[in-house]
């Protein structure tokens, strides 16, 4: 479910409605990602955001309608920063921008020294087996993802760029895999080698398909 989703699911708010609604949805996304979704309670995210109870539960019934809202910023965010969105990336569809997205992983996982993974793929090793619903929503988000890098190399070829037999689709899942797994590994080994390993070897296979 996208921002623009779960805005529409919730009543008419007014702007400053809305706001109130953003900081505590803010407040409760920057808790469970640096303490995960079990050790957040609704009391620590009123806390965080300044509001009293009352306030949490007229804009969410409870703490997985709550949690509904952290996977729709979550993956906004996330999508905004690796999934192709910032118009600095392009469409990833050139192995110049391939490269970049590489770098700029790297540099941001260097930036947060190395701590809390992929946003969503944390919410979703710790929901997956508990609540199904938002196990769903975090597998569209993924999907979106999937798709953003694989569009990226289906016009490549597209273009003539990548070879006839080439498979984008499998190529842009296996990339969006090493990256999952690389993240993983540089948040328990709080450093970027295995992430600036698996990418580079990917994106090196992913070059050996190149028209030459």
């Not at 479910?1 to 805005?7: I, K, P, R, Y």
């Not at 090793?125 to 999907?143: C, K, M, N, Y």
């Not at 037999?165 to 948040?187: F, K, S, V, Y």
Request: charged share 25%; proline share 3%; hydrophobic share 40%.
């Amino acid at each position: 479910m996208s921002t623009d989703e779960v805005a529409a699911s919730v009543p008419r708010l007014t702007r400053k409605g809305r706001a109130t609604r953003d900081r505590i949805t803010l407040a409760a996304s920057n808790l469970m990602f640096e303490r995960g979704v079990a050790a957040t309670s609704i009391e620590d995210v009123q806390a965080a955001a300044g509001v009293n109870p009352s306030q949490v539960y007229y804009y969410f019934k409870d703490k997985r309608d709550l949690v509904r809202a952290v996977i729709a910023v979550q993956t906004e965010q996330v999508l905004g920063a690796f999934g192709s969105v910032e118009p600095r990336y392009g469409q990833l569809d050139s192995m110049e921008a391939l490269r970049a997205w590489r770098d700029f992983a790297v540099g941001l996982e260097q930036s947060l020294d190395c701590a809390g993974g992929c946003p969503i793929g944390t919410l979703g090793s710790q929901l997956a087996e508990t609540d199904p619903e938002a196990r769903e929503e975090i597998a569209a988000g993924f999907a979106r993802w999937e798709q953003a890098i694989r569009s990226g190399l289906r016009a490549m070829r597209e273009r003539g760029e990548l070879r006839a037999e080439a498979d984008p689709d499998r190529l842009g899942l296996a990339l969006l895999a090493t990256l999952q797994g690389g993240l993983l590994l540089t948040q328990i080994r709080r450093d970027t080698t295995a992430l600036e390993a698996g990418l580079d070897a990917m994106l090196d296979h992913i070059e050996s398909h190149l028209v030459r």
